[in-house]
């Protein structure tokens, strides 16, 4: 089956009645809403007044930032240095822009009818595929995934989880090759065909974790042997790992699967020198991703890599990387004091959404779901576009135009066509 290639203080969430009437947890055990992020990062900022500021045009700028960085091994010390994003001057743009696209989401695209040259349609839970010879066209739609289902549709979700993994692509390449030829849309990528493991490698640096196959729901349940790697007794939940960990998953229709990578080659789903090629890649992957993210005040917690085979036989990075969707990010700052008291981390993911869910109904096995509120749905928007700025030190460019969002996927995506076939 073909798959999918290719912020101590506070944060940017809903109001914290909202939050917590959605998520029937405490509102102090989750993010709260504020124009400012103090974020407390182990690293020096050079020229900026140990700043990264936020400018009234939206771009993140820093100075040179220098300093050793241990995620990997060691225990998360935020205590350097505090840096400030400051939000007063893109929010209300930014939330006026998700208000006023709140009904028009892109979350179903219909390439091949209007370009004879692609093949049929493969809807993934978030990408609409489309073969064009030896190329894949990836459209990232703005439908949100959790629990093997969608749940909902975020404005400009599609065009966040596209451009952010480009950046890691173009970012990661002193890693892994990866599969990447053209972005010629915000929502839009076109890689090389290649054939794609079976397997998901999720790398983890924390015990947590709400969904099935979570790290601290299967913890929780009494396993100490989780995918391969044997898991302390005494862990809280939220703790940091000794050392990051991959716990692979198959690629199952409805599913995914827990495995060990000894059961990846025993069933000849990889070789093993693919296997350990891919191993080795997708752990120096994600502590290049931890050291990038802490350098912003986040920590990168976990998150999910694919990888396939070109025709060639070279292994590459497909799919997404470091999203919001593939991953989960905790403010770095304030980590260790809501540990220590039993809170949750402050988050920048869609983790506060998935509680939301769990806390009203079976996600995984009622037919029908409640309606997510508006209100969580827009927070969830807006935590995607500031990890975006954060990470990439991008403004995030919001529609200028009223063309519908998918007569412009179209339009580029023809473009480009033209050219590469």
């Known amino acids: 089956m073909v798959a999918a290639m290719m912020m101590s203080a506070a944060l940017v969430t809903a109001p914290s009645s909202s939050i917590e009437a959605a998520s029937g947890l405490p509102a102090q055990g989750l993010p709260r809403c504020s124009a400012k992020l103090r974020l407390r990062a182990a690293t020096s900022v050079v020229g900026l007044s140990s700043r990264v500021a936020l400018s009234s045009a939206g771009r993140v700028s820093s100075g040179k930032l220098r300093g ?26 930014v939330e006026t822009a998700i208000d006023e696209a709140m009904d028009n989401c892109i979350t179903e695209t219909y390439l091949n009818d209007a370009i004879p040259s692609l093949g049929p349609k493969i809807r993934g839970k978030v990408r609409d595929i489309y073969e064009a010879g030896d190329y894949m066209v990836l459209v990232t739609t703005d439908r949100q995934s959790a629990f093997d289902r969608v749940l909902a549709s975020v404005p400009f979700k599609g065009q966040v989880l596209n451009q952010t993994s480009v950046w890691w692509f173009d ?38 974790g ?13 396993v100490r042997n989780y995918c391969g790697n044997e898991l302390a007794e005494g862990m809280k939940k939220n703790e940091k790992l000794k050392a990051n960990i991959i716990t692979p998953t198959t690629k199952a229709a409805d599913h995914d699967l827990p495995i060990s990578g000894d059961e990846i080659i025993e069933q000849g789903l990889m070789s093993k020198e693919d296997y350990e090629e891919v191993k080795d890649k997708a752990l120096a992957l994600f502590k290049f991703g931890q050291e990038v993210a802490l350098k912003h005040g986040l920590l990168l917690v976990d998150t999910k890599y694919e990888f396939g085979k070109t025709s060639d036989g070279t292994i590459v990075l497909i799919d997404e990387v470091h999203t919001p969707d593939s991953s989960r990010y905790w403010i770095a700052s304030s980590y260790e004091e809501r540990q220590s008291q039993g809170l949750e981390p402050e988050n920048i993911d869609k983790e506060f959404l998935r509680l939301w869910f769990k806390s009203k109904c079976d996600p995984y096995n009622d037919k029908v779901l409640p309606e997510a509120p508006k209100e969580l749905v827009a927070e969830l928007s807006w935590r995607y576009i500031v990890l975006y700025e954060t990470i990439t030190g991008n403004k995030f460019m919001l ?13 580029n995506v023809q473009d480009t066509l033209h050219r590469l076939l």
Not at 211 to 222: D, K, P
Not at 399 to 411: A, C, M
């Open 399 to 411: 529609p200028t135009t009223k063309e519908s969002l998918h007569d412009r996927i179209v339009r």
């Open 171 to 208: 970012n990661t390449k002193h890693i892994t090759d990866n599969a990447v030829v053209s972005a010629p849309d915000p929502n839009v990528t076109i890689a090389k065909k290649c054939t794609v493991f079976p397997v998901e490698f999720v790398v983890r640096g924390f015990v947590t």
């Open 210 to 222: 709400s969904t099935s196959t979570s790290l601290w729901t299967v913890y929780n349940n009494g």
């Open 68 to 93: 050793r960085m241990e995620v990997a091994g060691g225990r998360v010390n935020a205590a350097m240095v505090s840096s400030t994003v400051d939000l007063n001057a893109r929010r209300p743009e």
